[in-house]
């Protein structure tokens, strides 16, 4: 049976070793085929640690990490995450952004899922003046070459996170760079942010 703990602050030192190992084995699998290395890791995990109100959420089997999941008041994130509801005009001292969700695949469908998103809004009610949860997911054409190929199973999230109450917003797009498996170096991805109300 998984367990939960929530972290913040300068207590996610002692996970983040474990934090990037997971982010790296699960996002190297589709859609993000992230071919990831410790650099960028340690760049991206800092917004976590420095941020007054983040969180990460971690999933245990026993004493091992075996799944994480990541938020942030979303007037903390870099610019390439606020700048989008900037220009469409969201007061973002009023929006929390809801980080990844990682977990090992021989974990899944036991609620963790459910279990990441209730933890993270629960947080983000807490603070001061939050009124919506968001987060982005990746966009990939049904004919993306990738490498490893599309699993023939492969299922995107979106009703799961309809079911969760958040809507997709087509307007709101940004793009994130990283290495994917097979190139050389870093490219931009293609983004589109999911919001929900949480009052």
Do not use: N
């Not at 809801?98 to 279990?115: D, H, M, N």
Request: glycine residues 6%; contains cysteine.
């Amino acid at each position: 049976m998984l367990t939960f703990k929530c972290l913040s602050g300068a207590a996610l030192h002692q996970y983040i070793d474990e934090l990037a190992q997971l982010r790296m084995q699960v996002f190297r699998d589709f859609p993000y085929l992230y071919d990831g290395d410790a650099a960028y890791e340690a760049r991206y995990l800092s917004t976590y640690i420095e941020a007054p109100d983040s969180i990460i959420v971690l999933a245990f089997d026993g004493a091992k990490a075996v799944g994480a999941s990541t938020g942030v008041p979303l007037k903390h994130e870099t610019t390439e995450v606020k700048q989008p509801f900037v220009e469409a005009g969201f007061d973002t001292e009023r929006i929390f952004y809801c980080g990844e969700s990682v977990l090992l695949p021989q974990y899944r469908g036991q609620g963790a899922g459910v279990a990441f998103f209730e933890y993270r809004e629960a947080h983000a009610m807490s603070i001061a003046g939050i009124t919506h949860s968001c987060f982005c997911a990746v966009e990939r054409p049904a004919d993306h070459p990738a490498r490893p190929a599309r699993p023939a199973d492969f299922q995107p999230l979106d009703t799961f996170w309809q079911h969760r109450g958040y809507q997709k917003c087509a307007d709101l797009t940004t793009t994130f760079s990283w290495k994917e498996v097979g190139e050389s170096e870093e490219s931009a991805k293609p983004m589109t942010f999911w919001m929900k109300a949480l009052t």
